[in-house]
């Protein structure tokens, strides 16, 4: 069983910049990929980026890249999500996601989950 806690969830305007933090405990950290994925009211979750195991390759929705990044530090079981520039559109509960591999987290499919940060983001 993996923990995962949210946090870093906030209001910001438009164009501005908010970094997420996801905490992980239970099994070992480093043995998973680890993702975000975002629900907006109305709308179905998606995907947003994940990571490597090792931090060396990810992936992110096309609604995303090149204003958002991925991070993870094994040694304090953290990831991180960096968001700038950030959008009305991008306003959604963030989820933490992880997965014993990369493929369940690009097909949305991650085997765990935590409880979420709020993002809101003014026009």
């Known amino acids: 069983q993996v923990q995962l806690v949210e946090s870093g969830g906030g209001l910001v305007q438009a164009g501005g910049s908010l970094r997420l933090t996801c905490a992980a405990s239970?099994?070992?950290?480093?043995?998973?990929?680890m993702g975000w994925d975002r629900q907006a009211p109305g709308k179905e979750r998606e995907f947003v980026a994940a990571?490597?195991?090792?931090?060396?390759?990810?992936y992110y929705s096309d609604s995303v890249k090149g204003r958002f990044t991925i991070s993870r530090d094994n040694a304090v079981n953290t990831v991180h999500l960096q968001m700038n520039s950030l959008k009305p559109e991008d306003a959604a509960v963030y989820f933490c996601?992880?997965?014993?591999?990369?493929?369940?987290?690009?097909?949305?499919?991650?085997?765990?989950w935590g409880q979420g940060t709020q993002v809101a983001v003014s026009s």
């Open positions: 239970g099994r070992t950290f480093r043995n998973y990929a």
């Open positions: 996601t992880a997965a014993e591999n990369m493929g369940a987290l690009l097909a949305d499919t991650p085997a765990y």
């Open positions: 990571i490597s195991w090792s931090g060396n390759s990810s």
